[in-house]
């Protein structure tokens, strides 16, 4: 069984950074796309960020783009999020996922963590 569980998340002022990590264990991390997803308060999960299975690739949601960086260690079989200059628009729970497809959809990812809360203050 595929776990993934996350961490880093917490509270940060505006302008400061955090590292998200997500673990994942129970299956075959190189056969997995990994993806950073996010839910607001009242809002629907969007999508943040995603990476190839052997890290070729990465694709950001254009609000992030240029201050988050995800990036995944195949020896730690874990996925980062770096995110730097955040803003209070980037308060959620963030999410990560793993995906058979490359995809920015959320439907096509099979696994997900549990969530980690950001809050950033102004």
């Known amino acids: 069984q595929v776990q993934l569980i996350e961490s880093g998340g917490g509270l940060v002022q505006a302008g400061g950074s955090l590292r998200l990590s997500c673990v994942v264990s129970g299956g075959s991390f190189s056969s997995y796309h990994m993806g950073w997803f996010r839910q607001a308060p009242g809002k629907e999960r969007e999508f943040v960020a995603r990476?190839?299975?052997?890290?070729?690739?990465?694709l950001y949601t254009g609000v992030v783009k240029g201050r988050f960086t995800i990036s995944r260690d195949a020896a730690k079989t874990t996925v980062y999020l770096q995110m730097n200059s955040l803003k209070p628009e980037d308060t959620a729970v963030y999410y990560c996922a793993a995906s058979g497809t490359w995809s920015s959809r959320s439907d096509v990812y099979d696994y997900w963590g549990q969530g980690t809360p950001v809050t950033v203050s102004s």
């Open positions: 990476i190839s299975r052997g890290s070729e690739s990465t």
